[in-house]
């Protein structure tokens, strides 16, 4: 039995949906649940191709996991049924909490400013959550969905996952965004996200007790980035030439957000961040995405021993600053390029 939550170590995108799917290769008889919204989406490989994931959890790509979304959720009936439908995913597999909250096309409307003050997704999350908070008897949450009742599994996720990791399963929570947007310790207010988005905060919203928890991964990359737009302060912002200069890659490989699809910010690795997200959430192990953004000639490398000097040394200090070891290095875009550190001779 384990209980894994996977968090963003700085401004999201950093690559949660790849660890949760490595992660997931790893697990027996995995229970997947996801936190946040439709406001955030992580890329997996599924059937072959890529897709964006923004309702339904990462865990889907193993075929013998279950995917649940929790109480704190907020959920886009149109978005779940479209991935659902997308995936082909059976009734069986996915269930969804009754108090999760759906969101409205008012909730979009009410976020229309946000786009350009703070460069919010306008998804509706943010307002749905709220309004929730208000408790008045009118509001629609899943329970009272008849389309997504007639897709999907509606009730209460947070006893099915104590019975699961009471029969010795293992639950992977699928954390959202970054620690440096959490709405309670993200330090640039108002430029975060609505909810929190430490280990403790997801632990939370899906019902799970501190003491459920086994693992925790916090997820980083070697040049953070944040929401095209005014998105808030980035240190050491740089441009994408510039990461291509570093990498020695043969072209511009810039990122475009998966919700979006604005051109995404991007700066220099900042230790300061991360060593905080590490204080905020007391990981177990560390996964480091975009070795190959460091050098080009890491891409889609699979074994430790193949890692440039740059990866190894860059590796070597992460280690060294947050006495946490590197589980996972990603290598690329695809949940293949990665390399798993388990024993220290593999990285030699």
């Known amino acids: 039995m384990s209980c894994t939550i996977v968090v963003g170590g700085q401004y999201g995108s950093e690559g949660k949906g790849k660890v949760v799917a490595l992660r997931c290769r790893q697990a027996n008889r995995p229970f997947v649940v996801r936190c946040g919204g439709p406001n955030s989406g992580h890329t997996v490989d599924y059937g072959g191709r890529s897709v964006i994931l923004r309702q339904v959890p990462a865990g889907i790509v193993r075929p013998d996991s279950v995917v649940l979304?929790?109480?704190?959720?907020?959920?886009?009936?149109d978005i779940l049924l479209r991935e659902l439908t997308d995936l082909q995913v059976p009734r069986h597999r996915i269930v969804v909490d009754p108090r999760a909250v759906i969101i409205s096309p008012t909730d979009r409307e009410m976020e229309?400013?946000?786009?350009?003050?703070?460069?919010?997704?306008?998804?509706?999350?943010?307002?749905?959550?709220?309004?929730?908070?208000?408790?008045?008897?009118?509001?629609?949450?899943?329970?009272?969905?008849?389309?997504?009742a007639d897709?999907?599994?509606v009730e209460p996720v947070a006893p099915l996952l104590h019975e699961h990791l009471n029969n010795g399963g293992d639950v992977i929570?699928?954390?959202?965004?970054?620690?440096?947007?959490?709405l309670l310790h993200g330090g640039e207010f108002p430029y975060v996200t609505a909810r929190d988005t430490t280990?403790?905060?997801?632990?939370?919203?899906v019902g799970l007790s501190p003491r459920h928890i086994t693992d925790i991964v916090v997820v980083v990359r070697t040049f953070p980035i944040r929401v095209g737009g005014n998105s808030g302060p980035l240190a050491g912002e740089t441009t994408w030439d510039d990461i291509r200069k570093i990498s020695g890659a043969p072209e511009q490989m810039a990122e475009y957000t998966s919700v979006t699809k604005r051109l995404r910010r991007v700066a220099a690795f900042d230790m300061d961040l991360v060593l905080q997200a590490c204080r905020y959430n007391m990981p177990t192990t560390?996964?480091?995405?975009?070795?190959?953004?460091?050098?080009?000639?890491?891409?889609?490398?699979?074994?430790?021993?193949?890692?440039?000097?740059?990866?190894?040394k860059f590796i070597s200090m992460i280690e060294?600053?947050?006495?946490?070891?590197?589980?996972?290095?990603?290598?690329?875009?695809a949940v293949a390029d990665a390399v798993r550190l388990t024993e220290t001779s593999e990285r030699r």
């Open 286 to 312: 560390l996964a480091v995405m975009g070795l190959d953004r460091l050098d080009h000639a890491n891409r889609a490398v699979t074994a430790a021993r193949e890692l440039t000097e740059p990866a190894r």
């Open 69 to 77: 979304v929790g109480a704190g959720c907020a959920v886009d009936e």
């Open 320 to 333: 060294d600053r947050t006495s946490v070891p590197v589980e996972w290095a990603g290598t690329g875009f």
């Open 173 to 182: 929570v699928e954390g959202t965004q970054g620690f440096g947007l959490s």
């Open 199 to 205: 280990a403790a905060g997801f632990a939370s919203e």
């Open 151 to 153: 897709r999907v599994r």
């Open 112 to 148: 229309t400013d946000g786009v350009s003050r703070i460069a919010s997704t306008g998804s509706g999350t943010g307002a749905a959550l709220a309004r929730r908070m208000r408790r008045l008897p009118d509001e629609r949450l899943v329970g009272t969905s008849s389309r997504i």
